[in-house]
């Protein structure tokens, strides 16, 4: 009775599933609308796991310290919390008054300079006019109202500053809200860290409990490579962070490019962007020096590029090294297409994503050539 029942539970189930797939490919608004409401319910618990999460990592370095060098463990958790959380908060403040500042002060310099920016590229333009026409080529006059476009270059940052201040305004009408959700999601990760040796024996139990052997050991197989694939790509991008700014600062320091330590400090936290962080790191801290001395920034962005090829041919592999075991084609794919979905979040998490997937197609893969008795290279 089993065996004749085994097929149609089964046929049943792919039914239902194909329906509920064609329902939400035909109704994506109504989708994201059920989304965008179970993630407002659980954003939280969802943002209290991420801060465990990143906590974790000093919270392991530190506690691995304590255990070498005090002999009594009493106090060591609530002591290592402590300071990685302060680390923690201490390298985002760091970031946020560091970096927010000089931006301003950048727009400010601009906004001053750009009558004499203007009157430079008028000279050099009719520099390049007398030369050509030593050559028979006749460029256009620029007639250049020099007060008219100070007016408008003025005009479009205050309105830009007008909008933003209004959508700042927008925004702090929900921060009650906010705040109450960093609040309760700070408590949850200081809850899961505290306690994240009984957590993780509860889930253990509860898996077992719940599933069947085979089903239970693959589950609990899949968040094992699952946690060691995260912890892995996060420690080796922060390391990589690390080494790759302070190189940056010292090479800025050594050639006299200003901005040193605000651009370090920005190429640095781009590093933890996948590809796609080293040409946003490159092109704002660019902008910052060409604010000041425009032939600097074009130094820059060699003196970066000999620096980036330095840090993926050397650093990278040696430091973040094949910890996620992913070739570089699916990096990029995994950037892109986590970009376009999840915007910056998206690309920070999809590259352990796919390796994981990655990782268990491939063993899929051998199993079944295993099965087949084929030897495959």
């Known amino acids: 009775m089993n065996h004749d029942n085994f097929p149609t539970k089964r046929i049943l189930g792919i039914i239902t599933f194909a329906l509920l797939l064609y329902w939400a490919l035909l109704h994506p608004s109504q989708v994201g609308g059920i989304l965008s409401g179970v993630y407002a319910i659980f954003a939280p618990f969802i943002l209290g796991f991420a801060i465990a999460f990143i906590v974790n990592v000093p919270l392991r370095l530190l506690e691995g310290q304590w255990d070498k060098r005090m002999k009594s463990p009493k106090g060591k958790r609530p002591v290592c919390l402590v300071a990685s959380l302060v680390i923690v908060a201490g390298i ?9 500042p000089a931006l301003t002060e950048s727009f400010a310099n601009l906004a001053a300079q750009l009558p004499q920016y203007i009157r430079q590229l008028e000279a050099l333009y009719f520099s390049l006019m007398e030369l050509l026409a030593q050559h028979n080529i006749v460029l256009p006059s620029l007639d250049l109202d020099l007060e008219k476009i100070y007016a408008t270059a003025l005009n479009f940052f205050t309105n830009y500053g007008q909008a933003l201040m209004d959508k ?9 809200s906010v705040m109450v959700n960093f609040v309760l999601a700070l408590v949850f990760s200081l809850y899961l860290l505290a306690q994240k040796e ?3 024996r509860q889930s253990r139990k509860a898996v077992h409990a719940l599933l069947p052997q085979r089903w239970a ?5 899949i968040a094992t490579l699952t946690n060691k694939t995260f912890a892995n790509f996060v420690t080796g991008q922060l390391t990589e962070a690390v080494i790759l700014g302070s190189l940056c600062f010292l090479g800025m320091t050594l050639f006299r490019f200003p901005y040193a330590g605000v651009v370090s400090v920005l190429i640095g936290f781009c590093a933890l962007i996948p590809i796609f962080g080293a040409i946003i790191g490159a092109l704002v801290g660019a902008f910052l020096i060409l604010l000041v001395a425009p032939m600097k920034a074009l130094w820059f962005l060699v003196f970066l590029i000999i620096l980036q090829q330095l840090e993926g041919n050397l650093i990278y592999p040696r430091v973040v090294g094949k910890s996620v075991g992913l070739p570089g084609i699916w990096v990029l794919a995994a950037v892109t297409v986590g970009g376009n979905a999840f915007g910056l979040v998206g690309m920070l998490v999809s590259v352990p994503v796919c390796s994981v997937l990655y990782t268990l197609f491939r063993e899929f893969v051998n199993y079944r050539l295993e099965q087949k008795k084929l030897n495959i290279d």
């Open 168 to 176: 700042t305004i927008g925004v702090t009408t929900s921060i009650v």
């Open 217 to 221: 050991n693959n589950t609990l197989g």
């Open 92 to 100: 985002i403040f760091a970031l946020f008054f560091i970096v927010v």
């Open 198 to 200: 009984n957590l993780m």
